[in-house]
């Protein structure tokens, strides 16, 4: 089935997961594979699955977090920007942001 016939959506049979980048204006501070990811949007948390619809959105203030497929999470400070959902993949591009823990 081609891109078109799936109006943009990966084939659940061949993307279990999905590909996340985690991006400020100084760095590239993530870019990998998750299960799932919580996003602090300006309206809300936003919980995001493989073969999530296409969207886009504002980011909020709050904590980004990323979970790998063995359990374990890797954690953001975010503020500003946005996050965009597309083909199994999550771009968060914020104005400000920081890995929690290092």
Same mark, same amino acid.
């Given at each position: ?28 501070? %993530?870019?990998?594979?998750?299960? /799932?990811?919580?996003?602090?949007? %300006? ?43 597309? /083909? ?13 823990? /290092?």
């Amino acid at each position: 089935m081609s891109e078109e016939q799936t109006h943009g959506r990966t084939d659940a049979r061949t993307h279990s997961g999905l590909r996340v980048d985690v991006v400020s204006p100084e760095a590239i501070l %993530y870019q990998g594979g998750a299960t /799932s990811v919580i996003v602090p949007a %300006y309206d809300g948390l936003l919980g995001i699955l493989p073969r999530h619809a296409p969207m886009l959105a504002l980011l909020g203030r709050g904590v980004l977090t990323v979970r790998g497929a063995e359990g374990g999470e890797r954690r953001f400070t975010v503020g500003g920007g946005f996050v965009q959902v597309l /083909s199994n993949t999550v771009r968060v591009v914020a104005e400000e942001a920081a890995i929690v823990g /290092s």
